[in-house]
């Protein structure tokens, strides 16, 4: 069975950073790309960043461009999302997703809440 | 910026048909957007019912459907049961690993 398990959220100020993992198992994790979505309290969902099977070609949405950066360990079978500079806006529940092709999303982590707040 | 509309709410009866559509605020959706369809409980993560227009995810029934309806996608559930009732987002593949999400559709089943 595929698992995503999300870690790394919590309360910080604002202007602060945060890193977010996702440990995958259950899977040959270098096959797939990897994206993280995040939805804000009582709001809908929201596609922030995009990863590649293989690391190599990246994207993000622009309200967390130059300020969030995607990466993936795939020794470690694990996804990263390292945010800096947060604000209030970015405060939500940060879900991974397991890539079933280039072109649609499969599994789901849990999720992981982060809240940005002084 | 591109917008993906979805109804904001359907009732339906339990047995009963509902579809939803997916579309674009300027544009038709066509099979190239790979539509895929999300259902997500209260308090739970989403999951993945329906991509590549009307392939189901592994463990979802057949009363879900996924379709182009004219210049929408649409996803029609036959045969609505209690636990059906949830949110429901199209998510369009822009490339480039680009994905943008619909606004979502609440679903009643009363």
């Known amino acids: 069975e595929v698992q995503l398990l999300e870690s790394g959220g919590g309360l910080v100020q604002p202007g602060g950073s945060l890193r977010l993992s996702c440990a995958v198992s259950g899977t040959i994790f270098s096959n797939y790309a990897m994206t993280w979505v995040r939805q804000a309290p009582g709001k809908g969902l929201e596609w922030v960043s995009h990863i590649s099977n293989s690391g190599d070609k990246t994207n993000y949405v622009e309200s967390v461009r130059g300020r969030f950066t995607i990466s993936r360990d795939n020794f470690k079978n694990t996804l990263y999302l390292q945010m800096n500079s947060l604000r209030a806006e970015d405060t939500a529940i940060y879900y991974c997703v397991k890539g079933k092709s280039p072109n649609a999303l499969d599994i789901w982590g849990q999720g992981t809440m982060v809240t940005v707040s002084s | 910026q591109t917008v993906v509309t979805q109804e904001p709410s359907f009732s339906v009866s339990p047995g009963g048909t509902v579809t939803l559509t997916c579309g674009l605020s300027s544009g038709s959706v066509s099979a190239n957007y790979y539509p895929s369809w999300c259902q997500q409980t209260p308090g739970q993560a989403p999951r993945t019912l329906i991509y590549?227009?009307?392939t189901r995810s592994s463990g979802v029934p057949d009363r879900f459907s996924g379709s182009i309806l004219g210049n929408k996608a649409a996803l029609t559930i036959t045969g609505a049961q209690a636990d059906d009732e949830s949110d429901y987002y199209c998510v369009l593949y822009m490339g480039g690993g680009i994905f943008v999400f619909g606004t979502g559709t609440k679903v009643t089943v009363l």
């Open positions: 590549n227009t009307n």
